[in-house]
């Protein structure tokens, strides 16, 4: 006979995995190969040092610009090597991991300063709500391409100030939003019994209003991180975004561009990355908002 503590466990592991169930059950086909692709590459990007068969930054030049191996080449190295024989998929790998981990900090940077903002406007009302609409729609009106390259180009680049950069992409969205919302959670029974029962506002907001939006910042987050992803691409591609020895998806499209008629498979295979990465992220984010959305149910 099992102890308490292990009936008392059985029953909430059978019903989360009942709750799962019912909610994978009407995915669609599209939709779960995009959450197995957004699972590999988590997969990889967590693992990467295990299973990357060379350094990334390995130079080889006897084996330079070597095709794939489906296409002749060494099995060695299976999706070839760049101009200067380093492994493609090694470099793929590395890329994926540094890709993914800049448009998660990103996207974390947005969605907390985006969401404070938020709460701020919506509890000081007046001249405060003002000020950070006024804020917001100044971010929604500029391109942010063009500040990212001045500010790239004036203050030069590191991997910090480029994290933080991409932290500043969208904020304005999760503001407005979060904005909204509270407002109209403040006219319901709920947040205006727990303020007149003396509740602090890190109480209220933290504990009560926060979980209660938190679907509809969730289906946000998923449909704001490939813009970043996207965003950190072209920053790279350009030169301003990460910089060597460091490699990116976009990095690696923007080195392989010289090579397309010559060696495709430099700029072809991490741009079919980014491709899937981005559609499944936003198969994946439409897919949550109906299912989150009760508007739309």
Do not use: K
């Amino acid at each position: 006979m099992g102890s308490p503590l292990e009936i008392t466990a059985a029953p909430a592991r059978d019903g989360l995995l009942l709750r799962t169930r019912r909610w994978m059950a009407g995915c669609p086909i599209l939709v779960g190969a995009g959450i197995a692709w957004l699972l590999a590459m988590l997969a990889i990007a967590l693992s990467v040092d295990l299973i990357a068969p060379y350094p990334y930054a390995q130079i080889d030049l006897r084996a330079r610009l070597a095709p794939p191996a489906f296409l002749g080449g060494d099995l060695r190295h299976v999706l070839g090597t760049d101009e200067l024989g380093r492994d493609v998929m090694s470099r793929l790998f590395y890329s994926i991991r540094m890709s993914l981990l800049v448009a998660l900090l990103g996207t974390a940077i947005g969605a907390v300063i985006g969401t404070l903002l938020g709460f701020v406007a919506a509890h000081f009302r007046g001249w405060v709500d003002d000020a950070v609409m006024v804020m917001v729609d100044f971010q929604a009106s500029m391109p942010f391409m063009i500040i990212a390259l001045s500010v790239l180009a004036f203050f030069g680049n590191s991997l910090p100030l480029f994290i933080a950069l991409m932290g500043l992409f969208g904020w304005e969205r999760y503001a407005r939003l979060v904005r909204g919302m509270t407002l109209s959670a403040g006219e319901h029974g709920y947040a205006v019994a727990v303020r007149q029962l003396g509740a602090s506002p890190w109480r209220v907001y933290g504990r009560h209003i926060l979980p209660n939006i938190a679907s509809a910042l969730i289906v946000n987050v998923t449909l704001n991180f490939p813009e970043h992803i996207i965003l950190e691409t072209g920053l790279s591609f350009l030169g301003l975004g990460v910089q060597p020895p460091l490699t990116s998806l976009g990095n690696m499209v923007g080195h392989g561009r010289e090579y397309l008629q010559s060696a495709w498979w430099i700029a072809v295979f991490p741009g079919v990355a980014i491709v899937l990465t981005t559609l499944s992220m936003s198969l994946v984010g439409d897919w949550l908002r109906d299912r989150l959305d009760p508007t739309l149910r």
